[in-house]
């Protein structure tokens, strides 16, 4: 049992998914198993549960991730008495996303960050993911959790994290939008839309529209995908929205998703920050985390 092997147990613990940690270490799934079962076979029982669909942590496992994380921590102090050359990093880091990328791809990033560097603050900021990038070049976010847009400053620099889907999403509950999108042929030029007020994903919808050949039927205009979600839930309209943020509402069990004629191009998700800024010691930390 080594420091790597602990890194490698918890990453696991953070996405409970072999593929996923197996590519974020740079190895092969099968790599990745042999060193779970000699860990299991060190530690002397089961640490994870598997089959085909999923991975949970058993009871052994919680307990032993709290010793790994105790133990990293240990490590990391000592390193910074005996070589001042690996001295813990500190000071104030201002991140910024939207509520929906809080819940689904921030905690695995701030978990393995702050295992690494437990003395810098992080300090979040939540809003309209339209803005990420605004909020970073404004400075008032050091890092800020970002779809990779077609326009993106070369002032600024971006790092690749994950591919988000663009899905069309209407009500499932009785009312008038719902039993336009029930029709076998819907039409899509009388159908209310609800789009972003700015941003990328009101450049996606606009283009989506044109290569539709229609001039929309605009219901509103809206600031975060998060609020555009809860107008289609009530029955105002459909939107374009991206598949993680419908998977982490809490009125997803009033929406449903409705075929595209024609395919809508994925996110790019990533994190950004001033170009002449990666660099700097706590940035530069965080983005070797993403």
Request: proline residues 6%.
């Amino acid at each position: 049992m080594d420091i790597r092997t602990l890194k490698l147990y918890l990453t696991l613990c953070d996405s409970l998914h072999f593929a996923k940690t197996a590519e974020q270490s740079h190895m092969s799934p099968s790599t990745l198993s042999r060193t779970l079962q000699r860990l299991e076979q060190a530690v002397g029982c089961k640490l994870f549960e598997r089959d085909n669909r999923c991975v949970t942590i058993t009871a052994a496992g919680v307990e032993f991730k709290q010793f790994a994380e105790k133990t990293l921590t240990n490590w990391a102090q000592l390193k910074q008495k005996v070589d001042p050359k690996h001295a813990l990093l500190s000071g104030r880091l201002n991140l910024y996303c939207s509520v929906t990328a809080a819940y689904s791809h921030l905690p695995d990033l701030l978990d393995r960050f702050r295992r690494e560097h437990p003395q810098v603050e992080l300090n979040l900021i939540t809003g309209d993911a339209a803005n990420a990038v605004k909020e970073v070049q404004q400075g008032r976010a050091d890092i800020a959790i970002s779809a990779y847009p077609d326009d993106f400053p070369d002032n600024l620099y971006f790092v690749h994290m994950d591919i988000v889907p663009l899905l069309i999403l209407a009500p499932n509950r009785p009312c008038q939008v719902q039993q336009m999108v029930s029709q076998t042929s819907i039409d899509w030029q009388q159908l209310p839309f609800i789009v972003p007020d700015h941003g990328p994903g009101l450049r996606r919808a606009e283009s989506w529209f044109k290569q539709m050949g229609i001039k929309p039927n605009i219901y509103a205009h809206v600031s975060g995908q998060e609020a555009m979600t809860s107008m289609v839930a009530l029955g105002c309209g459909v939107s374009i929205t991206p598949d993680v943020v419908i998977h982490n509402s809490p009125v997803r069990d009033r929406l449903q998703v409705i075929d595209s004629p024609i395919s809508i191009p994925a996110f790019e998700l990533g994190c950004c920050c001033k170009d002449k800024r990666k660099s700097d010691p706590l940035i530069q930390a965080f983005l070797d985390i993403v």
